[in-house]
């Protein structure tokens, strides 16, 4: 089981949380982001998720590395699914451990919000009344993403 | 030969995946050229050559994979 994938495939909640899973884990907190139908009066069809896969996987690893800084002995698995999905499907599962809740309930926010920021993962929205590719859902300014360091 | 990547609204509206540029060049001046050809929100498109976030004033040399990224929308 890959830690930071990007793919076509369905999603396997329950296999990142095996991943994250050792001896002195006392807390696994699993965030599943799902396809919504109704967005204020909007009404979705489904969405379609396109990806530069090879670098949204490292900036997924570099969210795991930047989760075990701020919060050391933290694990972080993250899998994301792209192409055409429907409503109910699961788009991204965030698997974080750690011996502790209260970090892997943290952590978990945290790299949520991160993906949201780095990872090169786009959103078509398809309403019944249209499509429109998603962006800009933190308001960011150009030049590279805040936070972003390379080793 | 520089490899420019599109994604998302960007290949739409240029209608195309990729294309190539002669070395060597600027971030800054590919997001000219992007503005040039009518690009929206093309000041605020991101960059990243071999896979990394980079700024404008960044030189990118023969050879190198820069992408056009953006705003990103995961989750």
Redesign the interface.
Known sequence: MKWYQVNEHPLEPMALYETVRHRNVGAVVLFI?TVREMTGSKQTELLE????V???E?MLEQIGHEVSERWPGALTAIH?RIGRLDILDE??VIATSSSHRADAYEANRYA?ER??????????EHWTDGTK??????E??????EG?T?S | MIEV?C???VA?ELAMRSYTVSAPTTIASLREGLMERGVS?A????F?VN??????DYMIEDGDTV?V???????
């Open positions: 982001g998720y396109e990806s530069y090879p670098m949204a490292k994301h788009a991204v949520i993906i949201k920021e780095i990872v090169p993962i786009w959103k078509r590719w998603i962006g800009d859902q933190k960011q300014l150009p030049g590279r993403p972003v390379y | 990547l994604f998302a609204h739409e929100g000041e605020r498109l991101m990243a896979e990394r976030y980079e700024t404008d992408a990224i953006p705003m990103v929308s995961g989750g």
